[in-house]
């Protein structure tokens, strides 16, 4: 079935530094991908999406692309902030919705 | 536009008692999604309602577990009896597309987290 893989963490980076976040999926078709934040103590919120390959989502300073050919959709921003901090998770949506484990970013000052 | 709500935000039981959760989708949302992070661990689908009807409950972990969507509108969870395993957050999620398809996206309520002592 669909899966989807995301880099173990927690992350912790200091403020302005470059994130990445890698996810990968397995999927059979065409799956849209997305990023979803949850913020401590907040429910989770959806951060940007892609709907078919080459796309690219974007929101707050984050980007993904959806890469066909590796299966990939790497969340990127190239300055964190420490209002970053959060567990970030990948999803996809084909025969079901799926959800990576998400990872924890920790931004210090 | 209101989004996503659920009640209670917090409830904590003791094993065996009985809990309700309820989900109020975004207004005019057909689709309405239930999930539950268990233990820190991932994000599991649970079921999944087209307004009154179940279109998919094959994430349902048990018959302790029963969810229903009366008149198509907010939706309830309910699990009897409560079990220590059952300790988590649960998230509601609806949309309006077409459930699957390209343009779908769900957007999530604030969650409920469980505490089965």
């Known amino acids: 079935g669909d899966s989807v893989t995301q880099m173990e963490g927690p992350v912790t980076l200091s403020e302005e530094a470059f994130l990445t976040i890698n996810c990968t999926y397995t999927?059979?078709?065409?799956?849209?991908l997305f990023w979803y934040v949850q913020y401590p103590g907040e429910g989770l919120q959806l951060l940007l999406k892609?709907?078919?390959?080459?796309d690219k989502g974007s929101n707050k300073g984050f980007e993904a692309t959806y890469r066909k050919e590796t299966t990939s959709f790497h969340l990127e921003k190239g300055s964190v902030q420490v209002s970053d901090s959060a567990v970030y998770f990948c999803a996809l949506d084909g025969q079901n919705f799926v959800f990576g484990p998400g990872t924890r970013l920790s931004v210090l000052p | 536009e209101a989004g996503v709500t659920q009640f209670p935000s917090h409830s904590v039981i003791e094993k065996g008692q009985t809990v309700t959760l309820r989900c109020d989708p975004i207004s005019g949302h057909d689709n309405l999604y239930w999930y539950r992070r268990v233990m820190g661990k991932e994000i599991k689908f649970l079921l999944h309602?087209?307004?009154?009807?179940?279109?998919?409950e094959s994430g349902m972990p048990n018959n302790r577990f029963l969810a229903e969507r009366t008149g198509g509108t907010y939706s309830t969870l309910k699990v009897q009896p409560a079990e220590l395993e059952d300790s988590g957050v649960y998230f509601c999620?609806?949309?309006?597309?077409?459930?699957?398809?390209?343009?779908?996206?769900?957007?999530f309520g604030p969650g409920t987290r469980l505490l089965v002592l």
């Open positions: 999927a059979t078709g065409y799956p849209s």
């Open positions: 999620a609806s949309s309006q597309e077409i459930a699957g398809g390209p343009q779908e996206t769900q957007y």
């Open positions: 892609a709907t078919k390959a080459d």
């Open positions: 309602f087209v307004k009154e009807s179940k279109q998919d």
